[in-house]
């Protein structure tokens, strides 16, 4: 299974936000074996949401989507799902039910609280009010972080594929010095290798081979310059 990621809003595209949400988000499905392609941050605008999501949609098995639900002026990612998939936007009978078993009236909802795409599969906010949806293979989530995990926990038994196993080893070596060894490694191994340095490099394995992958950095670990040795 593969996915992309849209994350929703001004505030991400200003540096005033941390985008917190994406990388809580590509934790979880990368546990749960998904394929992350793409994690794009778009901004309050309809026509920029529904493009991107569009796109997204045809070409991944998945596509999440946090941020800009609600009824304020500037929470229009309803309204870009809907125009993706060319749909109306309509008050959800299964929401304003489920809003009012939670003592809300629905006299007092703010108007389109509980508007979602025609068609839509209605996600409830367990920690907040404003509902997500699931429309065809695009998930809409909150961005308010505790209620887009909430909301995410509900439906993460939808997303699967097959698991990554990951190992890391620590070289105190220049980056360029180790790529002999980055490829002895590749060839000796079904595994993939990827480098991070800063005051020492962070050599990460990964392949779906968990004993593959354990073999690989024990190799490894014999054959880099670690400060234990020194």
Known sequence: ???????????LL????????????????AERGVTLE?????????????????????AYDAVVVTGGLGPTHDDVTM??????FDRDLEPDETVLE???DRGYSRADLTSRTADL?????????????????VCENVYVLPGVPAEMRAMFESVA????GTRTYRETVVADEPESALLDRFEAVREEFDVAVGSYPGESVRIELSGTDED???AAAAWLRERVETVEKR
């Open 79 to 84: 309204a870009g799902i809907a125009a993706a």
């Open 157 to 160: 038994g939808e997303f699967s």
């Open 212 to 214: 593959a992958v354990a």
């Open 14 to 29: 200003a540096g005033r936000t941390a985008n917190t949400n994406a990388t809580w988000l590509c934790e979880r499905l």
């Open 117 to 133: 795409p025609a068609g839509a599969r209605p996600l409830h906010n367990e920690e907040g009010v404003a509902p997500g949806a």
């Open 38 to 58: 793409r994690v794009t941050t778009v901004p309050d605008r309809i026509a920029d949401i529904a493009s991107v999501v569009g796109d997204y949609s045809a």
């Open 98 to 100: 489920w809003l009012e």
């Open 1 to 11: 299974m593969n996915a992309a990621i849209v994350t929703v809003g001004d505030e």
